[in-house]
């Protein structure tokens, strides 16, 4: 009896034909490697959350300081830039360059590339405007911010993910996904607190270093979650851009937010400067509605020292001959 060849097989609770319950049979979890170049690319990537961590907080200083409508938004969007596009997605993309998979090339898709790069700035432009723009810093506010900042934060990674084509299929654990999620809400509201909170260069900076390792552990939290089955035997090339094609391009983007960032911060007034530049103005005001009266000078070739006229007492105008520094008041 030849019964055995014709029974079907069962996938997935589906009856599927022998043939392709040998294929699925042949899929096995593939070997990821998320740091291919050593501690290179996650050193890095902690670097630029740290640095763009640190413009976006000093932007946001600069924010609560604003007198006017354009100021806020011209900081605004500063601080939008320098966290979610360099802190936020250049330190996703950086360590992307570390992420291999044996047995197949990773390539990208451009347009879903280009998307998760405007979620992560939008979506920290909305939540830093929540937190900001009001009136009085609520609670109510800082938290909804978080929330939608931390989610949209969520939605670049995985959108970012979704970008990736491989040989095989991506599979993610719900529990380290829910995770991910978790720590980017928590890690968004905490980052709105502190852009709210800090003045003080040195709590800047700590607080810089802090969303930093944030930042870092929403991104491999979520890299945990993701599995790989491939085909061992599949041949054909993966469609889309590589990772080093990539690098020039984005890597100048990074380069010139970050000076154009920097140059901003450092060529705009303080609120110091902007109290010194009043005070000027008033003293100027008051001395054109106060002239003080010419002072007389002897011109050259004038009349002697006996000529002179005399103070009271018949003494000169610089006193008799006891006359010593001390007496200039």
Not at 84 to 101: K, P
Not at 128 to 152: D, E, F, Q, W, Y
Request: charged share 15%; with cysteine.
């Amino acid at each position: 009896m030849r019964h055995n060849q014709s029974r079907p097989w069962q996938w997935y609770g589906r009856i599927q034909p022998r043939g392709i319950a040998k294929r699925e049979e042949q899929r096995e979890m593939a070997q990821i490697h998320h740091f291919e170049y050593g501690a290179l690319t996650p050193t890095v990537s902690y670097i630029l959350s740290v640095l763009g961590s640190l413009l976006g907080l000093t932007s946001a200083v600069r924010l609560r300081s604003s007198k006017t409508r354009g100021e806020r938004f011209w900081w605004l969007t500063l601080a939008a830039v320098a966290i979610g596009a360099t802190a936020i997605w250049s330190m996703h993309f950086v360590a992307m360059l570390g992420f291999d998979v044996e047995g197949t090339p990773i390539r990208y898709d451009i347009g879903l590339t280009v998307a998760s790069a405007l979620i992560a700035l939008v979506s920290v432009g909305v939540g830093l405007a929540i937190a900001l723009l009001g009136r009085t810093a609520s609670k109510g506010r800082i938290l909804i911010g978080g929330v939608l900042a931390g989610l949209g934060v969520a939605a670049m990674h995985y959108c970012g993910m979704a970008a990736m084509e491989l040989r095989g299929e991506i599979h993610y654990a719900g529990r380290e996904v829910g995770l991910s999620i978790a720590i980017a809400v928590i890690a968004a509201t905490v980052a709105l607190y502190l852009a709210i909170t800090v003045t003080k260069p040195i709590a800047i900076f700590i607080s810089a270093l802090v969303m930093g390792i944030a930042v870092n552990g929403m991104h491999f939290t979520g890299m945990l979650a993701m599995s790989v089955t491939g085909e061992p035997n599949t041949f054909g090339s993966v469609e889309g851009a590589t990772a080093a094609g990539l690098l020039v391009p984005v890597g100048a983007a990074v380069v010139f937010a970050i000076i154009g960032m920097g140059y901003a911060l450092v060529s705009a007034p303080t609120e110091e400067d902007r109290e010194a530049i009043a005070y000027l103005a008033q003293r100027m005001e008051d001395r054109l509605a106060n002239p003080q009266p010419p002072v007389q000078q002897a011109q050259f070739g004038g009349p002697p020292a006996s000529q002179q006229p005399q103070g009271r007492a018949g003494r000169s105008t610089l006193g008799d001959a006891s006359w010593t520094y001390r007496d200039r008041s």
